[in-house]
């Protein structure tokens, strides 16, 4: 399964990226967020490893993150592994104008 969402960011490009690009703001934009645990590489770059722990009720979900491809804001793209799931997931950013950006996500599942 595969698909795409995007949304516009009245905010120019750079001010968008900074706290994104920022494991700190996680807990921000993704449900049931705990931590994250770096496991090897650099943190956030390409090659990295990161164990993300996710608390949804009663249930825990661990995963491991590696980041394919960083080139921010052209490409991040990231292989998410779980016991009963894959997916990659790319983000790009399009500047709009000096004000607006388009935050796009593509994600597929296998």
Known sequence: MKFT???EIDLPVEKVVR?????????EW???FIRIEHISAIPGESGAKSRIIFQTGKQKMELIETILVKN???EKTGLHEYKH???????RFIAMGENK???VAQIEYS
């Open 5 to 7: 969402c995007s949304v």
């Open 19 to 27: 706290p994104f690009d920022n494991d700190e703001n996680l807990i």
């Open 30 to 32: 993704q449900d049931g």
């Open 72 to 74: 921010i804001p052209n």
């Open 85 to 91: 799931m894959v997916n990659t997931m790319t983000s």
């Open 101 to 103: 950006t388009r935050y």
